[in-house]
């Protein structure tokens, strides 16, 4: 499975900016978005199910929004109200096996 996100960049605190992450295969499968700030552990953002259930870290809820179009094969993050401390390198992961390569994402004034 090859996965590549795309999207990121430099946003102002409260901003937007949508991730996007192309797969190679069926999207169907628990999907994931992670984070890995500068000089900190990688995190989850947000997992979904293969059946549509999803998951937030409590630090994002209400602000990020996971989605999939199946046809596309790809895999969406909307990011909303953004803060400096969502500043990462954001990855898709498939089946919490397939990793794609960060986006990065820079969220300051």
């Known amino acids: 499975v090859q996965l590549q996100a795309y999207g990121g960049g430099l946003a102002q605190p409260g901003g937007s900016l949508r991730l996007s992450c192309q797969s190679s295969e069926s999207i169907f499968r628990s999907m994931a978005w992670y984070r890995q700030a500068p000089g900190k552990q990688r995190e989850l953002v947000v997992a979904i199910s293969s059946g549509g259930a999803t998951n937030y870290a409590d630090s994002v809820k209400g602000r990020f929004t996971i989605s999939r179009d199946g046809a596309k094969n790809m895999v969406y993050l909307q990011m909303n109200s953004l803060k400096p401390e969502d500043t990462a390198v954001y990855y898709c992961?498939?089946?919490?096996?397939?990793w794609g390569q960060g986006t990065e994402v820079t969220v300051s004034s």
């Open positions: 992961a498939h089946g919490g096996i397939y």
